[in-house]
């Protein structure tokens, strides 16, 4: 790895850890708040909430930490593991910690996903994806893990859910609070 890369790679995550200390809660419980101005994110429970090969951490979230801005997940896919098709109506920001990938993106501006461009990522890749636009990540490698910071605006997010690429956006299942939001949700309403 090149100077420029492994520098670029211990800011980010050192901007990271940062970031992720402040908004951190102890162990005790993924619905406690918790005051403290500096955290652990070792402490910060996790779990698969249902999606095999996934290890999802809140970081700092709407639901468990009184976010109103941004939330940030640490998402951790074993190897072939992937989120489901899905689209929310929120600005998302990826910072690859570890692994390799793939992007899949799809358009919101036909009735349906349709097929998906891919884009491979890596550690030192962040990428974005556009508002409602349907996506999917999938860690490729079959030793590795991939993790990932994920970092969303105007939380709660409101997901919505596809069965395959062909599936028109009308039909996909909304998953209103996301899985690891269920614990803790206490039927926020919209501010709207």
């Not at 419980?29 to 090969?53: A, F, Q, T």
């Not at 190897?79 to 992007?103: D, M, N, Y």
């Not at 030192?124 to 030793?143: A, G, K, M, R, Y």
Request: glycine letters at 6%; hydrophobic letters at 40%; aromatic letters at 8%.
């Amino acid at each position: 790895m090149r100077n420029s890369d492994t520098m670029c790679t211990q800011i980010v995550l050192h901007l990271l850890f940062f970031v992720s200390s402040l908004f951190s809660i102890p162990a005790a419980s993924l619905c406690s708040k918790d005051g403290s101005v500096v955290r652990n994110i070792s402490e910060i429970p996790s779990g698969n909430y249902g999606r095999d090969g996934l290890s999802h951490i809140t970081v700092a979230g709407a639901v468990a930490h009184g976010m109103k801005e941004v939330e940030i997940w640490l998402h951790t896919f074993a190897p072939g593991a992937r989120t489901p098709i899905h689209r929310h109506s929120c600005e998302e920001v990826f910072v690859v910690l570890k692994g390799t990938g793939k992007l899949l993106l799809g358009s919101s501006s036909s009735n349906s996903p349709g097929t998906p461009q891919e884009f491979k990522i890596h550690v030192n890749s962040t990428f974005s994806v556009p508002i409602n636009d349907p996506h999917q990540v999938l860690n490729t490698d079959e030793h590795e893990d991939l993790q990932v910071f994920v970092i969303i605006s105007r939380p709660p997010i409101k997901s919505f859910i596809y069965e395959d690429w062909s599936m028109p956006h009308v039909a996909a299942k909304l998953k209103y609070p996301i899985f690891w939001d269920e614990e803790c949700w206490d039927s926020h309403k919209d501010e709207l």
